[in-house]
């Protein structure tokens, strides 16, 4: 069975990436449009999601300048949603002009905000 990469990604925010491999890393949420990617910018991707923010940071210089170069080099927008426990929870791939934001019940109730999520950053 043969499913499009589109269809993949737009699914559940919380469905394994299935490129991830089966290791024992956490598995890599991507979200947004991924079409028309190559298949280094989306290990690239995978590995953004994979890097932890110290909680005294909204993000680290390292991540930063991961998301700066490959959003560039794709000329699209990245953002991610990240935890107070410095866990990102998804990497978030929009086109040249915005990001969309997905559905968030998933994630940890709060009563505001983004429920749970620290922080969205984009790029």
Known sequence: MVISR???RRENL???HPSVSTQMEAPTNIYG???GLKPQQIKRLEQIGRRKIKS???VTPDIARLMTALSFEIGRQ???LAGREGEIYTVLVGNEREIEIPDLTGLRFGK???RGCASFIPI
């Open 6 to 8: 589109k269809a993949v």
């Open 112 to 114: 505001r905000g983004l």
């Open 33 to 35: 449009t991924t079409s």
């Open 78 to 80: 990245i953002g991610i």
């Open 56 to 58: 005294d940071q909204v």
């Open 14 to 16: 919380f469905t394994p």
